[in-house]
Every structure is written in C-alpha cells, then in structure tokens.
C-alpha cells in the first residue's frame, strides 16, 4: 500500500495549488479518502474527505468556499484544490486512507 503526495510549494496569498495523491496496493474505488494537515506547532487536524464514489465531501470550516476534495478512481488519485491560500494554510499536507495508511506529506507554504 502506497499514498504518493505532491503538488506542494510555495505560494502567495491569495494564490492556488492543487495536490494530488497517488495511490496503489489497495482498492481505491472502495474506500473513502481524506486529506489532513498539521501545521507547525500544531495539531494534526482534518482538512477533507471524500466518499469512495465522490458523490458526497466535507471539508473543513475554516476551508471551506476555498478547498475543494476531488477524486478520480480511473487514476486510483485523489486531488486537494487549494484556493485564495492565506498564511494559515501553511502546513505538511497528508493524504489518508481510512485503514491507517498515510502519505509522507507535501509541504504547503503560503508567504510574500
């Protein structure tokens, strides 16, 4: 079982990323998937998630409007579209699979 993320960096306020997460050795189309993110200093906390056929998402309060959690099940790949970032979204973005299994994490940097 593999979760690959990428697409962080750093980026100006008010400025978008989009990561992805890639994922094998397991069926992706049967689970539902979630992105976190810990900040520094900070505990871990739940960003998005996304049901096993996308038909249904939650996302954050503090995201949402900005964060959209999209998947394709086709590319076993599930994606974070981050928009109008602020310095608060600064943090390690992990992507989660709900049997324990978790990326390494991309850092998002978000600063002038």
């Known amino acids: 079982v593999q979760l690959v993320e990428s697409g962080g960096g750093l980026v100006q306020p008010g400025g978008s990323l989009r990561l992805s997460c890639a994922a094998s050795?397991?069926?992706?189309?049967?689970?539902?998937m979630s992105w976190y993110r810990r900040a520094p200093g900070k505990e871990r906390e739940l960003v998005a998630t996304?049901?096993?056929?996308?038909?249904?998402?939650n996302v954050l309060d503090s995201v949402k409007g900005r964060f959209t959690i999209s998947r394709d099940n086709a590319k076993n790949t599930v994606y974070l579209q981050m928009n109008s970032l602020t310095p608060e979204d600064t943090a390690v973005y992990y992507c989660?699979?709900?049997?324990?299994?978790w990326g390494q994490g991309t850092q998002v940097t978000v600063s002038s």
């Open positions: 996304i049901t096993s056929a996308g038909g249904s998402t």
């Open positions: 050795g397991f069926s992706f189309s049967r689970y539902a």
């Open positions: 989660a699979a709900p049997f324990g299994k």
